[in-house]
């Protein structure tokens, strides 16, 4: 088996097919957008393929060290004009290819008129071993 991540973007990826930001959603199509993502999730832990997920508010920083005995640097809020992860799952999966088919499942959640979104999602296997090691990460 191997863990794949699984982001879906708020923005800066490309654009989705039904491309109707969540804010403009009624509250019965975002209720069916988190109900359909909840069924997903229950489906892959009856198959042992999911791990976890959760949904992400569009606020954040970015934050870094900025040297011993200093306070961190930060970086935002930017909601308005960088790339935002709306949200992420694990899934554990035995090759890629699943896990290409299971985040192209979960793009067709439905968003706006009730219609599949079609977003893309970022599909990014879990480092296996550090780069030139033959040791295994945990």
């Known amino acids: 088996m191997a863990k794949y991540l699984l982001l879906k973007h708020y923005r800066g990826a490309p654009a989705a097919v039904n491309d109707v930001p969540m804010d403009r ?9 988190i109900r359909y993502m909840n069924d997903f999730a229950a489906r892959l832990e009856k198959t042992g393929e999911f791990v976890d997920g ?28 960088k790339d935002l992860i709306a949200g992420w799952m694990v899934i554990d999966v035995d090759s890629q290819e699943r896990a290409v088919e299971l985040a192209g499942e979960l793009s067709a959640a439905p968003g706006a008129g009730g219609k599949p ?10 480092l296996a071993a550090p780069p030139n090691s033959t040791e295994s990460c945990h």
């Open 25 to 33: 959603w009624t509250p019965e199509e975002i209720s069916a957008h």
């Open 54 to 81: 959760q949904a992400l508010a569009p606020d954040g920083m970015w934050v870094r060290s900025d040297g011993e005995g200093r306070p961190p640097v930060t970086d935002g809020p930017f909601a308005e004009t």
């Open 117 to 126: 979104i079609h977003e893309w999602l970022e599909v990014r296997p879990f």
